[in-house]
């Protein structure tokens, strides 16, 4: 039998499919490539997922209103060494608004607060520092400037005798992106002229 013959003949019918398959190829491409049961089935959320969800590092929360935003950084501050040593800080730091990649006026001047040692340093200045461990507190004025922008006045007795400072929050609720419907500080500034005599930060 020639080559040519072999071809024509239905017998020997040439097939791309394996083991001499001849039925329609339509009704071989709907037969399912593989079958998964629900074992299969990867399980992406591990068995502990909530609680470690719940252990996850203090800061922003979608649910948290302006108000509560500013009361949570307020504590953290109070307690900043608990559970470990500038603990409170580090929330601030979470809480804070700006971009690390660009000078922020976060404390009034514009600083480069991209790296946490230069943030946590400014907290331990002198002006600062009352908010570390502080006594006492007392919420003096609240302001909803806009829809998405909040300030609060508050004055912090501190730790220390005849310690007592006025600080001012402000916080932006972000539009879009990652951080939608969160309320972040923009600024935390100081009743005073806090860094005239300079700060080597």
Request: hydrophobic share 35%.
């Amino acid at each position: 039998m020639s080559f040519c013959s072999f071809l024509s003949s239905p017998a020997h019918a040439f097939s791309p499919f394996s083991n001499g398959d001849r039925r329609h190829p339509a009704a071989v491409s709907a037969r399912p490539r593989f079958r998964a049961s629900a074992a299969d089935v990867p399980d992406f959320l591990s068995a502990d997922w909530l609680e470690s969800r719940k252990k996850r590092p203090f800061g922003p929360r979608l649910n948290f209103s302006a108000e509560e935003a500013v009361q949570h950084q307020l504590d953290a501050l109070k307690y900043n060494d608990q559970p470990r040593q500038d603990y409170g800080i580090e929330v601030m730091y979470r809480f804070a608004g700006f971009d690390p990649f660009e000078r922020s006026p976060y404390f009034g001047p514009f600083f480069d607060l991209g790296q946490f040692e230069r943030f946590r340093r400014i907290f331990h200045h002198s002006t600062y520092r009352v908010l570390l461990g502080h006594k006492d507190r007392k919420i003096l004025s609240s302001l909803l400037v806009k829809e998405n922008r909040f300030k609060q006045r508050v004055w912090i007795q501190g730790s220390r005798p005849e310690e007592e400072e006025t600080f001012e929050f402000t916080l932006v609720q972000r539009v879009g992106g990652s951080w939608d419907g969160y309320w972040l500080t923009e600024s935390l500034l100081h009743d005073g002229d806090t860094f005239s005599g300079g700060l080597a930060y």
